[in-house]
């Protein structure tokens, strides 16, 4: 890190869990973020404000009236944007230093599965079940850890995968595709404003510290949130012998 850099990030290398080499570990590292919305807004900004050297920002959609309530990553003369394109002119104002990559597709497939194996760490800041599937499947192929967010109405949840451990659990252990979980989307349902700012700042913090290897991320827990009481739960859950993704 050049004397710029040390002073920029200074007040993490002070942290004793993070320090120069974990700072480094910050610098150094690829993230890929599948979704600029509610979650990938505070997600982007902190990882981007903290220095991951590298961020991919997925998203297929443009920025819209109603998205300006929580996505903090878009402005009102931004309208119209595409999500990625304006998620990125955020993230360059707020750290010049870093590379940010716009993909303006939903990804699907070789494309998503090729992203996943060039990133470091992957945040699922998407809003619906297909998408998180795909995500999951990409990083246990890819053995790519993976932080996982949602949040809907008053209620959040995150969890953490890392595939590059034999016990650790993934999505699906959790979340069986094809069981009959009613899809809920912000974009239909409503969602609490800062809510997914709670959610998507956490996902952040335990993206960093994946990288940073600072503390312990919460592998095989499952936090959640109810924002109308602001109480937290955390429940363990274990790898599924039977999964058949990561089994
Ligand atoms: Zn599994």
């Known amino acids: 890190m050049n004397d710029e850099q040390l002073l920029r990030y200074s007040r993490h290398i002070l942290l004793d869990a993070i320090g120069i080499a974990g700072q480094a570990r910050i610098v150094a590292a690829r993230a890929l973020i599948v979704g600029a919305g509610g979650l990938g807004s505070p997600a ?3 990882l981007a404000s903290a220095g991951v050297g590298h961020i991919t920002l997925a998203d297929g959609d443009k920025v819209d009236l109603t998205n300006l309530q929580r996505q903090i990553l878009h402005t009102q003369e931004r309208v119209g944007q595409l999500k990625a394109v304006s998620g990125r002119t955020a993230l360059s104002q707020i750290n010049p ?78 979340f069986p595709e094809g069981e009959d979980i009613e899809e809920e989307r912000c974009a239909v349902m409503g969602v609490f404003a800062p809510l997914t700012g709670i ?27 109810d924002g109308l009481t602001m109480e937290w739960r955390s429940v363990r859950f274990s790898k599924d012998a039977t999964c058949t993704v990561c089994a």
């Open 44 to 46: 982007a900004l902190y």
């Open 97 to 174: 230093e870093i590379e940010v990559e716009a993909i303006s597709e939903r990804l699907v497939g070789e494309r998503l599965e090729a992203l996943v194996a060039g990133a470091d760490i992957v945040l699922d800041c998407s809003d619906n079940f297909a998408t998180r599937h795909a995500i999951n499947r990409a990083c246990v192929t890819r053995r790519t850890p993976l932080v996982s967010g949602a949040a809907i109405r008053f209620s959040g949840q995150l969890s953490v995968f890392d595939s590059r451990r034999d016990d650790s659990p993934c999505y699906h252990c959790l």
């Open 199 to 225: 959610i998507g700042a956490m996902q952040a913090a335990e993206a960093l510290k994946v990288l940073s290897g600072a503390g312990t991320p919460a592998i095989g827990r499952l936090l959640l949130l």
